[in-house]
Protein backbone atom coordinates (compact mmCIF):
# COMPACT_ATOMS: atom_id res chain seq x y z
CA UNK A 1 0.00 0.00 0.00
CA UNK A 2 1.26 3.49 -0.94
CA UNK A 3 0.73 6.23 0.91
CA UNK A 4 1.60 9.96 0.14
CA UNK A 5 1.80 12.95 2.78
CA UNK A 6 1.76 16.49 1.44
CA UNK A 7 3.08 19.28 3.22
CA UNK A 8 4.41 23.32 2.56
CA UNK A 9 0.96 24.50 1.61
CA UNK A 10 -0.07 27.61 3.38
CA UNK A 11 -1.08 31.87 2.99
CA UNK A 12 1.13 33.94 0.92
CA UNK A 13 1.13 36.90 -1.08
CA UNK A 14 0.87 37.16 -4.68
CA UNK A 15 4.26 37.14 -6.38
CA UNK A 16 5.68 34.72 -2.89
CA UNK A 17 7.05 31.71 -3.37
CA UNK A 18 6.10 28.02 -1.66
CA UNK A 19 7.24 24.83 -1.80
CA UNK A 20 5.12 21.66 -1.56
CA UNK A 21 6.54 18.20 -0.61
CA UNK A 22 4.81 14.85 -1.12
CA UNK A 23 6.99 11.99 0.82
CA UNK A 24 5.90 8.41 -0.23
CA UNK A 25 5.89 5.07 2.23
CA UNK A 26 5.41 1.57 0.89
CA UNK A 27 6.91 2.35 -2.75
CA UNK A 28 9.60 4.34 -4.56
CA UNK A 29 8.50 7.16 -6.12
CA UNK A 30 10.83 6.93 -8.73
CA UNK A 31 9.31 3.65 -9.98
CA UNK A 32 6.22 6.07 -10.61
CA UNK A 33 4.64 9.33 -12.51
CA UNK A 34 3.76 11.56 -9.49
CA UNK A 35 2.64 14.83 -9.52
CA UNK A 36 0.55 17.48 -8.49
CA UNK A 37 -3.81 17.99 -9.01
CA UNK A 38 -5.40 20.63 -7.69
CA UNK A 39 -9.09 21.68 -6.71
CA UNK A 40 -10.08 25.36 -5.73
CA UNK A 41 -13.91 25.66 -4.27
CA UNK A 42 -16.69 25.01 -6.71
CA UNK A 43 -13.87 23.43 -9.51
CA UNK A 44 -12.88 20.21 -10.60
CA UNK A 45 -9.49 19.01 -9.46
CA UNK A 46 -7.10 19.95 -12.52
CA UNK A 47 -3.27 19.50 -13.59
CA UNK A 48 -0.68 21.35 -12.32
CA UNK A 49 2.48 19.10 -13.05
CA UNK A 50 3.83 15.68 -13.17
CA UNK A 51 7.42 13.97 -13.19
CA UNK A 52 7.79 10.83 -14.61
CA UNK A 53 9.37 7.76 -13.44
CA UNK A 54 12.72 6.73 -13.91
CA UNK A 55 13.47 4.70 -16.73
CA UNK A 56 10.85 6.10 -18.86
CA UNK A 57 12.78 8.79 -20.63
CA UNK A 58 13.05 7.24 -23.94
CA UNK A 59 9.21 7.12 -23.88
CA UNK A 60 8.32 9.62 -21.69
CA UNK A 61 8.98 13.52 -21.26
CA UNK A 62 11.05 14.08 -17.51
CA UNK A 63 7.69 16.22 -16.46
CA UNK A 64 4.88 17.60 -17.75
CA UNK A 65 3.06 20.95 -16.67
CA UNK A 66 -0.16 22.43 -17.16
CA UNK A 67 -0.01 25.78 -19.23
CA UNK A 68 -1.23 28.29 -16.39
CA UNK A 69 1.89 27.13 -14.58
CA UNK A 70 4.31 27.01 -16.85
CA UNK A 71 7.50 28.77 -16.23
CA UNK A 72 6.73 29.49 -13.26
CA UNK A 73 6.17 26.00 -10.68
CA UNK A 74 8.80 23.46 -11.00
CA UNK A 75 8.50 19.80 -10.14
CA UNK A 76 12.06 17.61 -9.18
CA UNK A 77 11.98 14.63 -6.87
CA UNK A 78 14.32 13.65 -4.24
CA UNK A 79 15.08 9.77 -4.69
CA UNK A 80 17.26 9.41 -1.15
CA UNK A 81 14.20 11.47 0.18
CA UNK A 82 11.54 9.52 -1.56
CA UNK A 83 9.84 12.86 -1.87
CA UNK A 84 8.51 15.05 -4.65
CA UNK A 85 8.71 18.53 -4.42
CA UNK A 86 6.62 21.07 -6.54
CA UNK A 87 8.38 24.84 -6.29
CA UNK A 88 6.25 27.33 -7.23
CA UNK A 89 6.83 30.85 -7.95
CA UNK A 90 5.52 34.09 -8.61
CA UNK A 91 2.18 32.63 -6.90
CA UNK A 92 -1.40 34.56 -8.31
CA UNK A 93 -4.50 34.21 -6.42
CA UNK A 94 -6.12 32.17 -8.72
CA UNK A 95 -3.62 29.74 -8.00
CA UNK A 96 -5.53 29.23 -4.63
CA UNK A 97 -6.31 25.73 -4.35
CA UNK A 98 -6.12 22.72 -2.32
CA UNK A 99 -2.83 20.91 -3.75
CA UNK A 100 -2.48 16.77 -3.90
CA UNK A 101 -0.14 14.94 -4.49
CA UNK A 102 -0.99 11.84 -6.82
CA UNK A 103 1.42 8.80 -7.91
CA UNK A 104 0.81 6.16 -10.44
CA UNK A 105 1.60 4.16 -13.90
CA UNK A 106 0.16 6.85 -16.53
CA UNK A 107 0.20 6.15 -19.72
CA UNK A 108 1.78 8.66 -21.54
CA UNK A 109 -1.22 10.07 -23.12
CA UNK A 110 -2.98 9.90 -19.72
CA UNK A 111 -0.46 11.98 -18.10
CA UNK A 112 -2.75 15.24 -17.16
CA UNK A 113 -5.51 12.64 -16.40
CA UNK A 114 -6.45 12.62 -12.94
CA UNK A 115 -8.13 8.94 -13.34
CA UNK A 116 -4.49 7.25 -14.38
CA UNK A 117 -3.61 8.00 -11.05
CA UNK A 118 -3.88 4.95 -8.74
CA UNK A 119 -2.37 6.97 -5.50
CA UNK A 120 -3.41 10.10 -3.71
CA UNK A 121 -2.40 12.09 -0.43
CA UNK A 122 -4.63 13.77 1.76
CA UNK A 123 -4.35 17.67 0.04
CA UNK A 124 -2.71 20.68 1.77
CA UNK A 125 -3.91 24.31 1.29
CA UNK A 126 -2.16 27.19 -0.51
CA UNK A 127 -3.84 29.89 -0.68
CA UNK A 128 -2.49 33.18 -2.19
CA UNK A 129 -3.51 36.70 -1.54
CA UNK A 130 -3.97 39.70 -3.44
Known amino acids: QVQLVESGGGLVQAGGSLRLSCTAS????????TGWFRQAPGKEREFVAI?????????????VYADSVKGRFAISRDNAKNTVYLQMNSLKPEDTAVYYC??????????????????WGQGTQVTVSS
Open 102 to 119: AAGRASELGLRRASEYDY
Open 26 to 33: GRTLSSLT
Open 51 to 63: ITWSGSKLYYPDS
